[in-house]
């Protein structure tokens, strides 16, 4: 069997067993370089990726916060007539964080938020599931951090008192 048929049947046992989805890919070296930023509305993917680098929340997976610091760089004009539209902020940024070598994938998980009604035993289910966006330069390392993410979720959701 191939190496990458071998390493898709792995990534389906992970999934299956730690209840975790890709639910989105944002190309940043495709999207960058097709001007993808360099329009008033995003659509899809790209705006709830740009969302989310875009917001301040504590809940931000870590390997997104440099390009999310890029993201949020904000100029000040020297004079109040020269402000700057915020797509063109924003297809600024997107260039810089390019040339910076941003270039990797956005990808967004999710995994269900478990109920325990024993310590070893839960319900769960994807109509009721949080999720997150990571930041890799491959979908491997992607997968790794979004993989440990829902592992670490699920972990919290055990040490609830409503778990013991």
């Known amino acids: 069997m191939p190496e990458a048929k071998k ?3 792995v990534r389906a046992g ?3 067993d730690h209840e975790v989805r890709v639910l989105s890919i944002v190309d940043m070296a495709s999207m960058t370089a097709t001007e993808a930023f360099d329009t008033r509305h995003l659509d ?3 705006e709830d990726f740009v969302d989310h680098l875009l917001d ?3 809940w931000k ?3 997104t916060t440099e390009l999310s610091a890029i993201m949020q760089r904000r100029d000040e004009p020297e ?12 297809m600024e940024n997107a260039n810089y964080a390019a040339r910076s070598g941003y270039l990797g994938l956005g990808i967004q ?20 599931m949080r999720t997150t966006w990571v930041y890799a330069d491959t979908f491997e390392e992607a997968w790794q951090l979004g993989l440990q993410w829902a592992i670490d979720k699920h972990e919290e959701d055990k040490a609830k008192p409503e778990a013991a």
């Open 14 to 16: 992970q999934a299956f």
């Open 56 to 58: 301040e929340g504590p």
């Open 44 to 46: 899809g993917a790209l």
């Open 61 to 63: 997976h870590p390997s």
């Open 7 to 9: 390493a898709n049947r």
């Open 109 to 128: 998980f999710g995994s269900p938020v478990r109920k325990y009604t024993e310590r070893d035993s839960y319900y769960s289910g994807f109509g009721y």
């Open 79 to 90: 004079d109040e007539d020269d402000q700057q539209p915020e797509h063109y902020i924003r």
